[in-house]
């Protein structure tokens, strides 16, 4: 199994957006206005990078949403969903 860096797209209630952070940091990788234009095509993938990974999209209350992979072609297949 390949190891997958992991995100997560959260709502920050200070400054009003959306924070792209890695596991284990504590520092935006990328902010986005709206949780729509973070979601839109592409565009977490290109902020991911070429070597891609794992984000956990979270609702604005903090509950798991979804979760994607980039490039698709790495998603485990032996998890649900």
Do not use: C, Y
Not at 24 to 33: I, L, N, P, Q, T
Not at 46 to 63: H, M, N, P, T, Y
């Amino acid at each position: 199994m390949t190891n997958l860096r992991k995100f997560t797209l959260t709502k920050d209630k200070q400054k009003n957006d959306w924070v792209l952070t890695e596991e284990g940091s504590d520092r935006a990788r990328k902010r986005f206005s709206t949780k729509a234009e973070a979601t839109k095509g592409g565009t977490l993938e290109k902020a991911l990078g070429a070597q891609g990974g794992s984000v956990r999209i979270r609702k604005e209350d903090g509950k798991i949403q979804e979760e994607r992979t980039f490039p698709r072609s790495r998603d485990p297949k032996n998890t649900p969903g």
